[in-house]
């Protein structure tokens, strides 16, 4: 048997890579005669063995790992083909590989991820692409085991892996659930908490991405909305990048800020008016979260877009053109924005009520930032209309806030190497801080006052010579001035009842002082008589509202200097460009600038809720406001005098104190009636109120001394103070 298989004949084997070779036929038959043909090779059968590919489709999970270690071995040995095959699977996602198997194939390269060197970054990059955000939990949980794999491995993939996950913070198409919407931010911050948290990485990388990826100025609100909400929560985990985040969105909403307000420069005032009472919500179905609106629907599931790109109605905008209804758009984009940011820091406020030091110190350190932010940016910002509340905001949470952007300004304002257009610009961030915050002491007022008051008067005995060698293009060197002054006057104007107060010792309360201003601004008189003429200057509303308001307090050097000086009279406003009659040669000059940066904004109920408590409204400078809805008058006659009187509830400025004024025919006195008002028809008004009397003078201009304190019960007889008085009451209701 040994000797017979040594005569087979002896077969050519194939290489290991090929089949096995088996014959088919025995040897051919041929006929006599027939010569000798050479033997026929049979035709071989190639059975294949499994390729690496199929043996991935098909392995265990236990298998998973040890088959794509081959496969990376294959890969650097120049053999691709399977290789490419898994990279194409993960980037196209093909129907006939499940999510399943693609799942599977994630935890294998999970298993493996320290093989994984910049060298297979190509299939890393294919695993990042796959579309992980929308499948199931367990495929989630499996991507975002492998993430956190890869990056604690090999740092070098963190910058991929974040430029992956930051486009997910903006919102797909509108026809997707809200659900859908909301789990695909969720699972983004997630990832990226865990990412942060095992490889922190610098500021910057990290903001080139969330800059990269803000919303352009023209898109819908929503979507800017959405992004915004998701970059201010990357605060919850990673606060290192709090000022820097802060900082990005202030330069994207001023960036709105200003081209609204330079489209509505080109708009006809009318045209602005309409603009502001544009109803652009009309149709629109608001969706909302506990964190507020996120975006605006219409009846079909489509956003309301212009061809602009803003959010708009077209109820009621007919008639207006087409900037118009995008200046609106814009109008309700920042709105919203500001409505987003205001949330945020409002958390802040709540945090610093907290007893705990450490808290306290993170809104500090916030403020800080939020300082640097604004002398950066805002503050060299022409003309902005309503980024700049996020401070004014801000400041109400505390004092110390309100007086450390306040003692921020004032630096700015007097120090000399600041170029002239920021401290022209903190003069007027001052001026309408003072005026407008309803949250600022009169000592933080007062304390402003006498600032700007002294450094006037200085500047003017400093300066006031050189007004006769200067010509007029040279008043820009006294921009800075003017500026002040004129923030001086503007928030006298809003704060002059509080200045002007005094304490009347006898009576325990407070009176008002006449025919002077309040000891902050002594010397004033000196700076509105000087060469320098500032009341032809400053802007022409402010001036005038000023003057009358000192009439009103018999302070009339006003008005007599603006007659002499031909700018004003009372009662009649001239054209705003006028001479200076001096001795210098200057010739028609251009009012000042009446910018104040915290005059009412424009916006919605969305954000100015958060304002409106803590803003002072303008009141005409009349006291007229002190007795709010009127529920009864009355007249009293006591000898030859007659007076007149209206009973109110009771105001919040007259809440807290007696206050007095004066005009030419006589005296007003405001206090509060704790009892119930009794009327001869037996009606009854209970509560706290408010009561104004007036004693008509007649055509004696008397000077007689009646500012008294009076506690009034109808019915019985009034007590002045020092003398009881007889006199009879009528009342209507």
């Known amino acids: 048997m040994e000797n017979q298989q040594k005569r087979l004949p002896k077969l050519n084997m194939p290489d290991e890579s090929d089949a096995a070779v088996v ?17 026929q090779s049979p035709a071989p059968q190639l059975i294949e063995k499994p390729n690496l590919y199929d043996l991935i489709t098909s392995a265990s999970d236990s298998e998973m790992g040890r088959l794509f270690t081959n496969m990376l071995k294959q890969k650097a040995e120049g053999k691709t083909a399977t290789y490419n095959k898994i990279i194409y699977a993960f980037k196209t996602e093909p129907s006939y590989i499940s999510t399943d198997l ?3 194939w994630i935890s294998g390269f999970s298993s493996i991820v320290s093989h994984l060197k910049p060298f297979y970054s190509d299939l890393v990059m294919s695993i990042l692409e796959v579309n992980w955000a929308s499948k199931d939990n367990r495929f989630f949980l499996s991507f975002r085991q492998f993430v956190e794999y890869l990056v604690s491995a090999h740092a070098v993939y963190i910058q991929p892996v974040v430029k992956m996950l930051v486009p997910h913070f903006l919102p797909g198409q509108l026809s997707e659930k809200l659900e859908d919407i909301m789990l695909v931010f969720d699972r983004t911050h997630q990832i990226l908490r865990s990412v942060l948290g095992l490889i922190p990485i610098g500021p910057q990388f990290l903001m080139e991405n969330l800059k990269d990826n803000f919303p352009y100025k023209t898109e819908p609100i929503y979507v800017q909305v959405w992004y915004l909400k ?6 919850q985990y990673a606060p290192v990048y709090r000022e820097s985040i802060l900082a990005l969105v202030i330069e994207r909403l001023i960036q709105i800020d200003v081209d609204i307000q330079g489209e509505i420069e080109d708009l006809d005032e009318e045209v602005f008016e309409e603009v502001e009472k544009l109803d652009l919500e009309g149709k629109e179905v608001v969706v909302n979260t506990e964190a507020g609106v996120l975006f605006r629907l219409d009846e079909d ?9 803003y959010a708009s109605s077209d109820e009621g905008s007919d008639d207006l053109p087409v900037t118009a209804i995008d200046v609106r758009g814009m109008i309700d984009k920042i709105d919203a924005m500001m409505q987003i940011v205001l949330n945020y820091l409002t958390e802040f406020g709540k945090l610093y009520q907290s007893k705990t030091q450490k808290e306290r ?4 350190d916030l403020f800080t930032s939020l300082l640097t932010i604004f002398q950066k940016s805002v503050l060299q910002t022409h003309r902005s209309r309503y980024t700049q509340f996020i401070w004014f905001y801000f400041c109400s949470f505390d004092s110390r806030f309100a007086e450390q952007f306040m003692a921020l300004l004032v630096s700015l304002l007097f120090d000399g190497q600041t170029p002239p257009l920021i401290r022209v610009s903190a003069a007027a961030y001052i001026g309408s801080f003072a005026a407008r915050g309803k949250f600022l002491g009169t000592s933080v007022v007062r304390q402003c006052l006498r600032y700007l008051n002294g450094w006037a008067l200085a500047y003017v005995n400093d300066n006031e010579d050189a007004l006769q060698r200067l010509t007029s293009g040279d008043l820009q060197h006294f921009k800075v001035f003017y500026n002040v002054v004129q923030s001086m006057m503007y928030i006298f104007c ?23 201003l309040p000891s902050e601004m002594n010397g004033f008189q000196r700076i509105i008589t000087s060469r320098f003429a500032p009341l032809k200057v ?18 009339d050097y006003v008005y007599s200097l603006m007659e002499s ?19 210098n040669e200057f010739t028609m000059i251009e009012p000042l600038d009446t910018f104040f940066p915290f005059d009412p904004m424009t916006l919605s109920k969305r954000s100015i809720v958060f304002i409106e408590r803590i803003y002072q409204e303008w009141d005409g400078g009349d006291d007229e406001n002190d007795v709010e809805d009127v529920v009864g008058s009355f007249t009293m006659q006591y000898g030859d005098d007659n007076f007149s009187a209206q009973v109110g509830s009771l105001s919040s400025a007259a809440s807290t104190r007696d206050s007095t004024t004066s005009t030419k025919s006589g005296q007003y006195v405001f206090g509060s009636i704790p009892r119930s008002i009794d009327s001869r028809d037996s009606s009854n008004v209970s509560g706290r109120f408010a009561f104004r009397i007036k004693k008509d003078f007649g055509d004696d201009d008397s000077d007689e001394d009646f500012d008294k304190r009076m506690e009034l019960d109808f019915g019985k007889s009034p007590d002045f103070g020092r003398s009881p008085m007889d006199y009879s009451v009528m009342m209507s209701l």
């Open 102 to 104: 693609l799942r599977r």
């Open 23 to 39: 014959s088919t036929s025995d040897k051919e038959y041929s006929p006599p005669g027939t010569p000798p043909t050479t033997p």
């Open 301 to 309: 599931g489509a956003d309301l877009i212009s061809e602009s790109g």
């Open 361 to 364: 110190e993170v809104v500090e």
């Open 494 to 516: 809003f704060r002059w009842k509080e200045l002007v107060q005094e304490e009347d010792d006898q009576f325990n309360r407070a009176r008002y002082n006449y025919s002077k």
């Open 230 to 235: 998701n970059i201010l929560q990357l605060d």
């Open 538 to 555: 400053c802007a022409e509303g402010i001036v005038s509202e000023f003057a009358e308001l000192m009439h009103k307090l018999e302070i």
């Open 565 to 583: 000086e031909n700018r004003y009279t009372p009662g009649k406003v001239t054209d705003t460009n006028t001479k200076i009659t001096s001795s």
